[in-house]
């Protein structure tokens, strides 16, 4: 496997990830919306992006 093949693969498996966790995300908000449980609060996404292009990096940050 090259370095590029790894990199490509990395990055779909990351973007793939971080669309199903959004989706995933949203979709307990939107439910505890209509019940407004007091023991459940709404997750914010405003910052999993850049988790997820930190997680995108180390192949970078780690090759020599």
Do not use: G, W
């Amino acid at each position: 496997m090259t370095y590029e093949k790894l990199s490509e693969e990395v990055k779909k498996l990351l973007d793939n990830a971080e669309e199903k966790m959004i989706d995933l995300i949203d979709d307990y908000n939107l439910s505890i919306e209509d019940k407004q449980y007091e023991y459940e609060n709404e997750i914010d996404t405003v910052d999993l992006s850049m988790k997820f292009r930190e997680l995108s990096d180390y192949i970078e940050d780690y090759s020599q």
